[in-house]
């Protein structure tokens, strides 16, 4: 034989040499016809989407501006007195309408108490209202805890109805809809629905049913949530600013433009006629509130919001929690979507722009794009950018934009500004699984009706942590270690590596950072932690 043969791949040590010559070989012969023109795309198509959410985020901005300088308020747009005495004297008590208040639960040991106890607190005639505790808990133990609660009001002179059914078909919807076909329920006017974590102030009803009383055209008022648990770690800061702008801007916006805003599922008072008309609860996605709302609306009913009337709620404290509690509110809306769009195309009974709004604005932007683009431009092409320099990204896209709609999302806290680099870096890794649960509920596949409870802890974590000082908390390594959020983690430190020895735009700053939270987020260490017994 001439020469000296080359040896086959792993058979010597210089074969790691080798193959590396062979990947780059096809790599090279890849990259210009394949790599470049898709990543080059994928550029574009990020770039319009990213254009798309800095226009609705400016338009949103320059409405709040406006209804703030006009002083545009609730009271000033609709009727909101309060029932006149002379009212009362004519028709005593009956004067006021009949309220229903529904308290959907399940399993609520840490919260059932607060939750009773706030909607039996609620001032207004005895003998006008009747709260409703809907029960769909499996554990008789607690069952019994709960029931044991509603009698302990009605001892007290409250009209409390513990009302319980045989499956848990439908989840809170079905429920709801169960609820509502109780004989008791038929002479009632309106329906105040709260969440087992929600305490409303006494007062919540004085503030809000005069809006659907003298206001034939309104069928649903709105409270804010107020969070008592804000400061309890880092991530409820985290979703108290992402909360807060959703309620400061985008809630308040579609109140004062179009009369129109998808329904929370808690703190809100529907007229009963209205929820009727639309059809009622509807468990075929996981936001049945979003569905009621979006049907009632093309009914041709109106929504209002009211900023300053605040209900205390709890946020997810756990990195489980809020997890679940993200893919429920991203795979729902965007289910929602594919199964509405036609039937408010075809409506006639709202106008172009109201149909456009909602298909548009209120969906295709905010439930979709807004998620799509944040993980996929930032978490994936920009970093493969770095690996690719033939395809470059403006300006404008990869900085400016990012920095106007980052600054006009923090509005809606001022206190958490200081926090705003955790923010972006939390949200950008939370997009993962929002973006996965979009295109879930878009394609109708997998977990597209999941429905896990959101776990409130109420003081049970403060107890446990109390009773647990003098031991080491245990932990599983199943329940901290996230697969994906690592595999990205991954991918975004070698793009950094790669662009610090190789790259020209100092992406790699971003790309540390960004691959640490990741890495953060994959071995579990945001929220709070809740001790195994």
């Not at 009212?87 to 040991?109: C, F, K, T």
């Not at 599922?265 to 009621?292: C, F, H, P, Q, Y």
């Amino acid at each position: 034989m001439d020469g000296v043969a080359l040896p086959e791949w792993g058979m010597m040590p210089g074969s790691r040499g080798d193959a590396a010559e062979q990947i780059a070989a096809v790599w090279q012969q890849v990259k210009a016809p394949v790599v470049v023109p898709l990543l080059r795309l994928s550029v574009t198509l990020c770039l319009a989407m990213s254009v798309m959410l800095f226009a609705e985020k400016v338009y949103m901005a320059v409405v709040i501006l406006v209804v703030r300088l006009l002083g545009r308020r609730p009271e000033r747009r609709y009727r909101c007195e309060p029932i006149r005495d002379d009212d009362l004297e004519a028709g005593g008590s009956a004067a006021y309408p009949m309220v229903l208040v529904q308290i959907p639960m399940y399993n609520e040991r840490e919260v059932y108490q607060l939750s009773i106890g706030a909607a039996c607190g609620l001032s207004w005639p005895s003998d006008r209202i009747i709260v409703q505790v809907l029960d769909d808990s499996t554990d008789p133990a607690i069952k019994e805890l709960v029931q044991r609660e509603c009698q302990r009001w009605a001892s007290k002179g409250v009209d409390v109805k513990y009302e319980v059914r045989d499956s848990r078909r439908g989840y809170k919807a079905g429920a709801l809809r169960e609820g509502m076909k109780r004989a008791y329920v038929r002479g009632c006017d309106v329906v105040a629905i709260f969440d087992a974590d929600f305490q409303p102030e006494p007062d919540f009803l004085w503030r809000t049913v005069p809006f659907l009383l003298h206001n034939p055209d309104l069928a649903l008022v709105q409270a804010r949530w107020k969070f008592v648990n804000a400061d309890e770690c880092l991530m409820t800061r985290m979703q108290e600013m992402s909360l807060d702008y959703h309620f400061t801007v985008e809630q308040e916006v579609g109140s004062s433009t179009y009369a129109f805003f998808g329904f929370n599922g808690t703190a809100g008072v529907w007229r009963i006629s209205a929820l009727n008309e639309a059809g009622g609860w509807k468990d075929r996605t996981t936001v049945e509130d979003m569905d009621l709302a979006v049907r009632a609306s093309l009914k041709g009913w109106k929504f209002v919001f009211l900023d300053d009337l605040m209900v205390k709620n709890e946020l997810p404290s756990t990195l489980k929690a809020f997890r679940y509690q993200q893919h429920r509110w991203s795979c729902g809306p965007a289910n929602l979507f594919r199964k509405m769009l036609m039937e408010i195309v075809r409506n006639k009974k709202v106008t172009l722009w109201k149909k456009i709004h909602v298909i548009y604005n209120f969906f295709l932007v905010r439930k979709i794009i807004a998620h799509i683009v944040t993980f996929v431009f930032y978490c994936l092409v920009i970093p493969a950018t770095v690996l690719v320099p033939e395809v470059e990204i403006p300006k404008w896209g990869s900085v400016y934009i990012p920095t106007v709609i980052t600054l006009l999302n923090a509005v809606g806290t001022p206190r958490s500004v200081p926090l705003i680099v955790f923010w972006i870096l939390f949200e950008n890794v939370m997009s993962l699984h929002r973006t996965k649960a979009t295109f879930i509920g878009l394609l109708e596949a997998g977990r597209v009706n999941e429905w896990v409870v959101t776990e409130k802890l109420g003081d049970a974590l403060k107890m446990k942590m109390e009773g647990k000082r003098s031991k080491k908390p245990r932990m599983r390594i199943g329940d901290r270690l996230h697969v994906l959020e690592l595999g990205v983690a991954a991918y975004l430190f070698f793009c950094g590596c790669y662009d610090v020895a190789f790259g020209k735009n100092r992406y790699f700053i971003f790309l540390f950072l960004q691959s640490i939270a990741f890495f953060v987020v994959g071995v579990g260490y945001v929220g709070t932690f809740v001790p195994h017994s």
